[in-house]
């Protein structure tokens, strides 16, 4: 998550401290683990920068 935040304000030329806050308990520990990926079943070829000059070129 830390690695979107800072694209996203990087890419937004926005200046602002990104800090990492621990989540307790299994769903957090899943995430972190990457239980909701599903590289097997990926779809699209779309990065996460593509996304964001798309949506800030389009604003």
């Known amino acids: 998550m830390k690695e979107l935040e ?3 304000l990087e890419a937004t ?9 621990k989540v ?3 769903a957090a520990r899943a995430y972190a683990a990457g239980g909701n990926l ?3 079943q990926a779809v699209g ?5 593509e996304l964001l000059a ?3 070129a389009a604003a």
């Open 6 to 8: 800072r694209s996203y």
């Open 13 to 21: 030329g926005r200046r602002r401290p990104v800090f990492t806050m």
């Open 24 to 26: 307790p308990g299994k």
């Open 38 to 40: 599903t590289p097997e």
């Open 45 to 49: 070829g779309r990065t996460w920068e």
């Open 54 to 56: 798309a949506k800030l």
